[in-house]
């Protein structure tokens, strides 16, 4: 595994993550992270002990971590990472193509076209066509990528240190959310906050685990 920190993101892009209630909302997010880091590689950092915005994990892990004022949060990475000499980027196996500009522009008109409706892949052509002045071709394999990379896993979770909403072991102070929707939530109690190491105990196959307990 390597792992890549980034601090200093400006608040413009970190702004711009939203809450994730759906497949779509990671993907969204994840858009706005590498658009992120490709316009700032400079902003990264050899260690996280100093603090960081980003870190993005790779190889067995694939995670995108992403820190916030009371706790963090992570999904997977549905992208490939390209090491380059001081700097990363990402690639799309599916179409061959890098995440440039152009990519992750239209992955969100891809977002915006279906998101709060019904998932249509006629729709998702015709806006490409439309407004990217693609042939139905080529459009078409835009609009099956898309749908792909929301297929897959996104692994999301979420820690949070919400001490203003703190009610005894109903709502722990310290916990992780485990979920897309409130309808279908997890919610784990845990008694301190959880750093990295404890985001690496859950996710790397290779660290030691944690353990329920009931005491």
Not at 174 to 192: Q, V
Request: charged share 25%.
């Amino acid at each position: 595994m390597s792992s890549y920190f980034y601090l200093g993101i400006p608040d413009h892009f970190m702004k711009r993550l939203c809450a994730v209630r759906e497949p779509y909302d990671n993907l969204w997010n994840t858009l706005i992270l590498i658009e992120a880091i490709n316009s700032c590689p400079d902003l990264r950092t050899e260690h996280y002990e100093g603090g960081f915005d980003v870190a993005i994990f790779t190889k067995d892990l694939d995670r995108f971590l992403i820190k916030k004022s009371d706790g963090y949060f992570s999904m997977s990475n549905p992208f490939q990472v390209v090491l380059g000499d001081n700097e990363i980027s990402f690639n799309c196996d599916l179409l061959e193509e890098p995440v440039s500009g152009r990519f992750i522009s239209i992955m969100r008109n891809a977002i915006e076209t279906v998101r709060g409706g019904i998932f249509s892949h006629d729709d998702i052509v015709l806006s490409l066509h439309e407004n990217f002045n693609m042939d139905w071709s080529e459009a078409a394999a835009y609009s099956d990528t898309f749908a792909s990379i929301i297929a897959g896993d996104h692994g999301y979770f979420r820690f949070d240190d919400d001490e203003n909403n703190e009610d005894g072991h109903i709502h722990p102070r310290y916990h992780f959310d485990i979920f897309f929707r409130n309808s279908s939530s997890i919610k784990i109690g845990y008694d301190r906050v959880a750093g990295v190491e404890c985001f690496l105990s859950l996710t790397d196959k290779n660290h030691p685990k944690k353990y329920l307990q009931n005491i």
